[in-house]
């Protein structure tokens, strides 16, 4: 049994006394700066129906959509009898704990709340914040991997399998990096490619719908190597939270494209 060997990145960039810099803050800063560049970039394009200015008003909120999102809803999908023998723990963000599906729902009440402060079309806000998210989503995944953590499962017959630390001494797959390449370079491709064709550009919601039903399809398929999280293990019909979670994604995002596909073009 062989297994490459985990290239054992420190976490930490650098510091200064106390405050220090990690791979993990560096992927938030990067894809939330990032997105936001593209988002500026493609509200240039017809039909226009933002400004880049805001879009920038528009990234505060969701930032605190991210943040109280992703940490309740990992608070509530995954460990919410811990936490709610321990309530002050849920303050203790950096101990870690966020939850894309929770993120997702506080980016959507953003989108929701700060449509109606500005008077613009959600479904177009949306369809930028979709066509972006896979930036920060592929940066996140890669941060993943570099702490060495949410590691796959045992593969021992995979030539690139790796050992990682913590994971015992067993080579697993580099799931991290599968889900990398699906939920953010794949998913940034296939929603770029659908960007460019105008006729859905001037149907809001079809974009949303894509990126909800890609990201779920490649979440589901990610998990069957991703080691399900050792405190939840696999639920119903051996599927892992992930996965369960990811299925009404996958319907919500039929139905955006379907309630576009019947509203008139803009």
């Not at 959507?108 to 920060?136: F, Q, S, V």
Request: hydrophobic share 50%; aromatic share 16%.
């Amino acid at each position: 049994m062989s297994a490459l060997l985990f290239p054992q990145i420190d976490p930490i960039i650098f510091s200064v006394g106390p405050f220090a810099v990690r791979w993990y803050a560096l992927a938030y800063i990067a894809g939330l700066f990032g997105g936001l560049w593209y988002m500026r970039w493609l509200v240039k394009r017809p039909p226009a129906l933002m400004t880049p200015e805001q879009i920038d008003d528009f990234m505060l909120w969701a930032l605190g959509g991210v943040v109280l999102g992703g940490r309740l809803g990992y608070v509530l999908f995954y460990k919410a009898a811990y936490y709610a023998e321990h309530p002050v723990e849920i303050f203790k963000t950096w101990e870690g704990g966020m939850s894309f599906h929770g993120g997702l729902l506080g980016v959507t009440a953003a989108i929701l709340l700060y449509a109606r402060h500005a008077e613009i079309n959600k479904w177009y806000l949306a369809d930028c914040i979709g066509c972006a998210a896979p930036l920060g989503l592929g940066l996140g995944r890669i941060a993943n991997f570099i702490n060495g953590e949410l590691w796959g499962r045992v593969a021992p017959d995979v030539p690139w399998a790796m050992i990682f630390p913590g994971a015992g001494d067993v080579p697993r797959h580099p799931s991290q990096l599968y889900q990398a390449g699906l939920e953010g370079l794949a998913l940034f491709l296939i929603l770029f490619a659908c960007w460019r064709v105008e006729s859905l550009r001037r149907r809001p919601g079809t974009l949303t719908g894509i990126f909800w039903i890609g990201y779920g399809v490649f979440r589901c398929f990610g998990e069957f190597f991703r080691e399900p999280d050792a405190f939840l293990g696999f639920l119903v019909g051996g599927f892992t939270m992930g996965q369960l979670l990811s299925l009404p994604m996958i319907a919500f995002g039929a139905f955006c494209i379907w309630r576009a596909r019947r509203a008139p073009a803009v």
